[in-house]
Structures are given as C-alpha cells and as structure tokens.
C-alpha cells in the first residue's frame, strides 16, 4: 500500500476514523502513568530539588514544540511539490498544537529557570530562538486566517514555514552553535554519554511518549475537521456560481 493513499480525503478519513479511538487511549494511559509516576513517585533531585520534577511536563513539550514544526515542514514540502491538499490541512491542523506545546514549553521553562537561575527569563540563545518560534507559530495561524482562498493561503503558510525552520533548528542546537547562555542540554540524546539519572529517565520516557501520543491524535482530530471545512468551502463556492 503506497502512502500516498492516504493523500486521498476519504481515504483518510475512514482510516484515521479507525484509528482515533485507540491514539488517545494510548496518549492518555502513556500521560497519566508518565507524570503521576514523575510527580509522585521520583525523587527530588539533590540539587535542584522538588523543582526538578518539572521536566515530565517541560521536556515534552519542547520537544513536541520543535517536532510539531518539523512536521509543518514536511507537510507543506509535500503541498508544495505535489499538491496532496491533505498535506496542507495537516500543517494548518499542527499548527495550533504545536503553539501551545510551545507556550506550555515556555512557561514551565520560567517556572523552572526562577529558582534554579533566580530569574523568570534571560536572553539565553535557546530561549531567544524558542520565543522567536512561538510568534513564527502565531504567524503562521494568523496568515491562514487572513487569507480566503484556501490554496493561496497554502502556499504563503509553506513558504513561511519554509523561513521558520530555521528557529525551530536553532532552538533545538543553539547551545552546540553558541557556546554559552544558562540553559542546560538536552535531558535526552542519542550521542550522550550520560543521560539523566534512570530514576527521572523512565517516567520521562513515558510522558515524551504521551505528548507525542496526544500529538498524533490532536492533529489527526484536526485534520479531519479541516476535511470537512474545505468540503463545506467547496459547497459553498458551487452554490455561488448556480
């Protein structure tokens, strides 16, 4: 079965119909476990204390924030080259999400950083290009909304996520291309020598695997709604020219 099948609106629709139901059952057991075991049954850290705990909610949603956007760029990559109008709605249908993956990322970031650094916020590259991604975020919902015709609208959102990739890169490498500022590294890595300690990494593991869970489901959810939007514009536009 080609993935491209799935570029099909009804096709997507009957499939993701199916798989909804059991995407948020996963999110939601993956959730729950991951952040009552965080909050409840690790640790306070012999540093940072009870404020440690932060991370199940904080790392996540950072890490969704970022993902969120790679995936509006691979979406609007495919609009743009073949014109799969699925693609486009799911970028718009991620955009929401991911923006509030990214402000929940920056607020529990401030909550953390307050007592760990004594300050809410500092200029720090990560934070700087992560603040940039949030307005691209806003940006990008706003031109949609400007825009009636939904297949212009598609190709100006696309080549703005096109332009604001390049924070969403930044903002996940800005402590390897600056050596500098407060913000940590990354919590998690594949060429890490050490990771967190197994006692937070466990629960982490699970709370990233309910966020990208809920993710998945969320923009599936919206995606269908968009469906069903650009259905109802079709309609719309018919009844204008009879």
Request: proline letters at 4%; hydrophobic letters at 60%.
């Amino acid at each position: 079965m080609s993935l491209w099948e799935y570029a099909n609106p009804r096709r997507f629709m009957a499939v993701t119909d199916r798989w909804m139901p059991w995407v948020f059952g996963a999110a939601a057991f993956c959730l729950c476990t991951g952040l009552v075991w965080g909050f409840f049954f690790t640790p306070a850290d012999f540093r940072q204390g009870e404020s440690v705990k932060i991370i199940y909610l904080h790392v996540p949603a950072a890490m969704m924030a970022i993902n969120a956007w790679a995936m509006m760029l691979v979406a609007s990559l495919i609009w743009l080259i073949r014109r799969h109008h699925v693609s486009a709605l799911a970028a718009k249908a991620a955009a929401p999400v991911g923006v509030t993956m990214t402000l929940i990322a920056l607020a529990t970031g401030a909550i953390w950083g307050q007592p760990i650094w004594g300050t809410w916020w500092v200029w720090d590259p990560r934070l700087t290009s992560f603040l940039i991604l949030f307005l691209f975020y806003l940006g990008y919902i706003a031109l949609w909304a400007a825009i009636e015709d939904p297949d212009t609208a598609a190709d100006l959102t696309s080549v703005l996520c096109l332009v604001g990739s390049v924070f969403a890169i930044l903002s996940r490498y800005a402590a390897l291309f600056w050596n500098q500022g407060l913000h940590q590294g990354a919590s998690l890595s594949m060429d890490a020598e050490e990771n967190v300690s197994d006692v937070f990494y466990f629960p982490l593991l699970m709370s990233i695997a309910g966020f990208v869970l809920l993710f998945v489901a969320l923009v599936l959810m919206r995606t269908r709604t968009e469906i069903r939007a650009r259905r109802l514009y079709a309609l719309s536009l018919r009844e204008r020219m009879s």
